[in-house]
């Protein structure tokens, strides 16, 4: 076993671990991807609103500048704040007229509007801003001013505000992206936390489970409080812990037990051989055959009782059939014996059960073997039903069983002084068999309370008519 416990403790944490980077990683691969894309969609709006207000304030500005001027007199545009430059140029590429933050400077762009589309808005990078860039918006004086104020000759009005640090520079693109990562790594963290306290009940219950699996069937998982799936997944594990414990106390003290009751017989036949072959003109041959048979006998008795114990359990419901328990009882007694003490048969009712023949078969004949075993000279049978089961009495007249042994008598290879007396044979697993017969058939085999004698009890379910014939 020691060399078990290594690799299972070299692979528990890591295990662990593993469940809590799946998630962490998930979750904070899923916030990055979110908040990127939630980040890129605000990082457009910013960038979009600063555009917009600036362009429309730098149409405000060309509008009132062109509202201002007259037929020969072109005056410089007021100062204002929407707008730091301002040109008038005309279709040879010459400034007419300016503010005087652009006087003396070269047109600022030369993007000029299409005659039907007389507005442009655009970028420009002049090399006398010292390498920043402007915004810039640009006007087609429409014909009939353009007729008016210059004999026809077209000319543009151009506005231009230098490029704000939030649409020039990256640093609104830099902000977004470290909250983006600040807030996936705390969601990643957070995940792993949580994950981590969510995941410690769970490993410690894996660890006691694996201590259990390694042979320490006494181990019990911790179980913690509340009733949420973790707390449940602790109390199936110690429900199940509790019942693979007693298997294995039953199937130990089984194995003990039939390991015993067979050797009894094996030694005996062994004996039986030995002396024959070491005094053979001592030895009856007849007689010691006849002793070796019994004794064959004997030990194919306890294969036979100890093979029905353990494939009891091995028919499927879905083969039982309906019985007339009534019908069965009538032909159980009709096999006995007509020697021994009266067997006497009420039937109340005839209740139908779902079961295997053969198996309520043998459970019967134990029975009333048993009865005429212990009968000093009656045994009543009643069958009836009782409300969703039928009931099976079998009563005798004998000595009776104290109240404390009622239930180890159907323990295997239990054999009480009595029935070592009037049975030497025996053993000992008829009624083992019997009440786990009744048990894979949803029934109960108990031992009732009789002044008179001994009275075993058989509880069988009847099902409902539908089930008694499915289809």
Known sequence: MAGLRSPLRRRRRPFVNSIRVRYTIVVGVLFTVILSGVGALISFGIRNTVASDLTEDMRLTIVDWVTEMRPGHISPPKPTARAKYLQLVDSKGRVVASNAAAAGKPPLSTARPSPGDRLLDGKA??????????????LRMDDGAASTLFGGEPHFVYAGTTEPPALAMRYLEAGIVAAVLFASATAAWSTWVVVGRTLQPVQAISTKMRAAAEGDLHLRVPEPPGDDEIAEFARTSNIYLDRLEKAVKAQRRFASMASHELRSPVAALRTQLEEALLYPEDTDARVALQRTLR?????????????AYTRIKGALPAAYEPLDLADLVEFEIAALPRDGAEVLL??????????SRVQLGRVLTNLLANARRHARSRIDVTVEQDGGYAVVSVRDDGAGIAPEDRERVFDAFVRLREAQRLDPGGTGLGLAISRETCHAHGGSLIVADDPDGTRFVLRLPVPAPADECPG
């Open 125 to 138: 990078c002049p090399p006398w801003e010292s390498g920043r860039c402007l915004l810039i918006t640009v």
């Open 295 to 307: 004794s064959t006998e004997r030990l194919e008795a306890i294969i036979d009782d100890l093979l």
């Open 346 to 355: 009420r039937v109340v009712d005839r209740p139908i059960v779902l079961g």
